[in-house]
């Protein structure tokens, strides 16, 4: 005879990914408040937790969580540290829910807003981001992102309101279509955003670190800002060739202006010099700009490394 069916919900509905890095604080009452509130939501759901290479405790406190709810809970693990985006990535390839939600593991994305994100899904959305209304976030953290956030508006030309919240839900072809991708450039939200047809911003609250630190410095913050940059566009190497053709012609005329004032006669000749100068000058920025075009357009071309290594997989194996 066959087993009684464990669950109502054998369809999974809801796949949640999380990042997680260092966040051994954390992971116990994140789990206690997401397992709350995704049992309350009362569909078939899976907790993808991506471990992003933790040097603490963060995978023993992952293990005791997924050996207490093995039905739903599910366990990536990086063998390194290859930042959040990357690890929401690799969590995105394991989801088997039709609806895929997002949030960070430090509690500052409240699990009690999924249901409103899922709400607005129901309601036709097909990709819905929480933008922080009252960010609780350092001084420099909130000015480093406004300023990320500006840059990535004028590279992509994206409206969207806050990428840097994490806080969201899309269907799953949108996500289907970001793991699909080759794109080098590893910024989820703005890329997810794109193979959106009917997306829409809701307020989502913002609370402090339950614990710990924040995981970015300036170097992660700065390799994100070029990351968007160069991943959305070849327009920055662009610039530098244009840069270079104008300061070219610039230089090509005062070269002229200063050999006609030497043979007027009127001029003693440094002006020629520099000229001179600035023409080479101008001749080398050219051809780095030209370079760094090809470069960029074979970067893309050959980036087919994979983006991340994973060393386990804890999950119930299918009976
Ligand atoms: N995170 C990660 N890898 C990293 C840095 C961060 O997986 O290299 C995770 C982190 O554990 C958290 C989320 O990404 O779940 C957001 O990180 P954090 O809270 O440090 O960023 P902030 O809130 O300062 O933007
Ligand atoms: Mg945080």
Do not use: W
């Not at 005791?64 to 039905?71: A, G, H, P, Q, T």
């Not at 129901?122 to 840059?151: E, M, W």
């Not at 070849?234 to 002229?256: D, E, H, K, N, R």
């Amino acid at each position: 005879m066959q087993k009684a069916k464990k669950s109502v919900h054998a369809h999974i509905e809801v796949s949640v990914v999380i990042p997680v890095f260092n966040e051994q604080e954390n992971i116990a009452q994140l789990g206690a408040r997401l397992l709350k509130i995704m049992d309350g939501v009362r569909k078939g759901y899976e907790i993808i937790f991506v471990d992003d290479g933790s040097r603490d405790e963060t995978p023993q406190e992952l293990r005791k969580l997924f050996v207490r709810r093995s039905d739903v809970v599910r366990v990536v693990t990086f063998n390194g540290n290859y930042g959040q985006y990357v690890a929401i990535l690799a969590g995105f390839g394991y989801v088997r829910g039709d609806v895929v939600v997002t949030l960070d593991a430090d509690l500052q994305n409240p699990p009690e807003e999924i249901p409103n994100l899922l709400k607005k899904i129901d309601d036709g959305y097909d990709l819905v981001g929480g933008y922080r209304a009252k960010r609780q976030d350092s001084f420099f953290r909130t000015y480093a992102s406004r300023t990320i956030n500006f840059i990535r508006a004028k590279a992509t030309g994206l409206e969207m309101k806050d990428h840097g919240c994490m806080l969201r839900a899309y269907k799953k072809f949108i996500v289907d279509e970001v793991v699909k991708t080759r794109e080098t450039s590893t910024f989820i939200t703005a890329l997810a955003q794109k193979f959106a047809g009917n997306p829409i911003d809701i307020p989502v609250a913002h609370d402090e670190r339950a614990a710990g630190g924040s995981k970015y410095n300036l170097y992660k913050l700065i390799r994100i800002a070029f990351d968007l940059l160069t991943g959305f566009s070849l327009a920055p190497l662009q610039i530098f060739t244009i840069i270079g053709m104008v300061i070219s012609f610039l230089s090509g005329v005062y070269f002229f202006v200063e050999l006609f004032k030497k043979v007027i006669g009127h001029h003693h000749g440094y002006g020629l010099h520099f000229a001179f100068v600035f023409l080479l000058l101008s001749v080398i920025i050219l051809g780095v700009g030209l370079l760094g075009e090809y470069l960029g357009r074979a970067y893309f071309a050959v980036c087919q490394h994979p983006r991340f290594v994973i060393r386990e997989v804890l999950e119930k194996k299918d009976e």
